[in-house]
């Protein structure tokens, strides 16, 4: 009877003592928490359109917890800036910073591509925007060698693939949504930290009345958590009204 009560008592310490691992779900919005609670990060996107001849290159950026982040894009030899606050942006072009709106006034009034370049450059989401934005589609999350998450339901792939952030000057507000959505996304840590974000995107869209294919897969790798540097360029700031 001793030994039997020692047994009993030994495996109900160890089921107390032990620590409870959380879901993929949980694990992952344990990370963005973290993430969200860090100074500062720094990460590269790269987009990648199936079959297109035209890819866009890597977005570096740069983000601080106050809600200022910097990003930076190169395409034939132009170097483009934007920066943000919040759910603000303002993008350098021609020597001048340039919010949504300017964009909008410029391409109305027969600006060229740079102007619808760095208006998409202004529709940019940090990973952390990106991340929370996908957690809440996740069909079924699973785990494995190629990271946490899952396939997307339908209504979370359409929204996906709507390219950036709602307002900010990219030319897309009431733009056609893709029809027989599908996705997945997928979430990588390393100790403890979120490490990359892969979304996968594809769906069908009708431009004059001829349907296009598109098939899109956007990778966010992430680095220098709590370690970089992020500097803000005055003009921007004026301009932000900050």
């Known amino acids: 009877m001793k030994t039997l009560f020692a047994f009993t008592a030994t495996v109900a310490s160890t089921l ?27 990460w590269t996107t790269r987009t990648q359109v199936e079959g297109s001849q035209f890819q866009s290159s890597d977005i570096h950026g740069k983000a601080q917890k106050e809600g200022w982040a910097v990003v930076t894009q190169e395409r034939d030899g132009t170097r483009t800036v934007a920066v943000f606050k919040g759910e603000n942006g303002v993008v350098q072009a021609d020597g001048a910073w340039h919010s949504a709106e300017d964009l909008r006034g410029q391409r109305q009034g027969g600006g060229g591509g740079g102007a619808f370049r760095a208006g998409m450059l202004l529709r940019t989401r940090t990973p952390l925007d990106e991340a929370k934005r996908a957690l809440g589609h996740i069909k079924e999350w699973k785990a494995s060698a190629d990271g946490l998450g899952g396939d997307l339901t339908e209504a979370g792939a359409r929204e996906m693939m709507a390219f950036g952030r709602g307002g900010r000057g990219g030319g897309a507000g009431g733009a056609a949504e893709a029809r027989d959505a599908k996705g997945s996304v997928r979430y990588w840590l390393k100790d403890g930290q979120l490490a990359k974000i892969q979304v996968k995107v594809s769906g069908t869209y009708s431009f004059n009345n001829n ?31 900050s």
């Open 16 to 42: 107390v003592l032990s620590p409870c691992f959380a879901g993929p779900k949980e694990d992952i919005q344990a990370a963005l928490g973290r993430l969200a609670e860090a100074p500062n990060y720094a």
């Open 211 to 241: 349907d296009r294919f598109v098939e899109r897969t956007t990778t966010y790798e992430l680095k220098e958590i709590g370690t970089t540097t992020v500097e803000i360029p005055a003009a921007a700031k004026t301009k932000l009204g």
